[in-house]
Nanobody, 112 residues
């Protein structure tokens, strides 16, 4: 059974940083991992097994996605946080068989 679990959300200050983590258990045949916010469909950043990354325009230059294949984990380093980054962030995983799994989400609130 594949499970996806996010962590690392919380309260951040404008201009500050937070790092989200997402660990996948139950499968190592991962094609793509990504982060979405507000509602599934609003992609923030994604990374493939070939380390090809993609970012929403609103986070380019501020957010960095990376993965540790050995740990089946993807990270989202969020720097220079802005109040509009406030949202629930979801981790999305697509396996090599094209099945998609979502985490439960982690709340990020940016406020002074």
């Amino acid at each position: 059974q594949v499970q996806v679990e996010e962590s690392g959300g919380g309260l951040g200050q404008p201009g500050g940083s937070l790092r989200l983590s997402c660990v996948v258990t139950g499968s190592r045949l991962i094609e793509t991992m990504g982060w979405y916010r507000r509602a599934p469909g609003n992609m923030v950043a994604s990374i493939t097994t070939g380390e090809r990354t993609n970012y929403a325009d609103s986070v380019k230059g501020r957010f960095t996605i990376s993965r540790d294949a050995a740990k089946n984990t993807v990270y989202l380093q969020m720097d220079n946080l802005q109040p509009e980054d406030t949202a629930v962030y979801f981790c999305r995983v697509r396996l090599e068989n094209l099945k998609v799994y979502w985490g439960q989400g982690t709340q990020v609130t940016v406020s002074s």
